[in-house]
């Protein structure tokens, strides 16, 4: 069965203080593991997809790279609008190319 | 451009109640996913469409169900209401059904059961 872990469950920072959120994943066979940013009450906007192992993307702030079981979302030099919380999901092989399987996502608040 | 609009925005129903949530995809999309997430939780898929035919069902029980019209647009219809059915419901639409193109999600409908 499909199974996405995040960590940290909730992550505080300074303002500037570069980190990391995790994305453990089992899957049978990956299509794909997707990013998403995630704003109270409002539905997940699209980040990044990542295919294949040592796969990275990049935008502004923000770094995705991906192994064979995690992904990580590199955040540098963090801004208070950085704030959301960060969804991390997989499309596998066996579930099809018709949905995502999401984690329960890691809360980030960048402390002025 | 427009996104992916859902509406109602916010729905307050009675347990036993019917609701029916609606979608219109971003133009051009022929495929629409339907989500639940529960407050504090990752959304969960129910349902995608793809030029009108269901592609994909999650596990969810018969009382979910939805239909995708001719101009894309969908509905999810939901019966005999339970308290657990109060979510943040989730419509993403996408240009294919496949991994290639990306899901773009609208703003939910924030559905509460009593």
């Known amino acids: 069965e499909d199974q996405v872990t995040q960590s940290p469950e909730a992550l505080r920072l300074q303002e500037g203080e570069s980190s990391s959120l995790n994305c453990s994943y089992t899957v049978s066979g990956l299509r794909g593991l997707f990013w998403y940013r995630q704003d109270p009450g409002k539905g997940p906007e699209f980040l990044f997809t990542l295919y294949s192992a040592g796969e990275e993307k990049e935008k502004e702030r923000l770094k995705a790279t991906l192994t064979k079981k995690e992904s990580f979302l590199h955040i540098t030099a963090p801004k208070p609008e950085d704030s959301a919380t960060y969804l991390c999901?997989?499309?596998?092989?066996?579930?099809?190319?018709?949905?995502?399987?999401f984690g329960t996502g890691t809360r980030l608040t960048v402390i002025p | 451009d427009a996104g992916v609009t859902q509406s109602p925005t916010h729905l307050i129903k009675t347990r036993g109640q019917q609701v029916t949530l609606r979608c219109s995809p971003i133009s051009g999309h022929k495929s629409v996913s339907w989500y639940q997430q529960v407050l504090g939780q990752g959304p969960q898929f129910i349902f995608q469409?793809?030029?009108?035919?269901?592609?994909g069902r999650g596990n969810f029980p018969d009382r979910f169900s939805a239909r995708q019209f001719p101009n894309y647009s969908s509905e999810l219809n939901v019966n005999a209401l339970l308290l657990g059915d109060s979510a943040l419901y989730l419509c993403?639409?996408?240009?294919?059904?496949?991994?290639?193109?990306?899901?773009?999600f609208g703003s939910g409908t924030r559905l509460t059961v009593v």
């Open positions: 999901a997989v499309q596998g092989v066996r579930t099809g190319a018709n949905n995502l399987f």
């Open positions: 993403a639409s996408s240009l294919e059904s496949g991994t290639h193109y990306g899901y773009t």
């Open positions: 469409y793809y030029e009108k035919e269901e592609r």
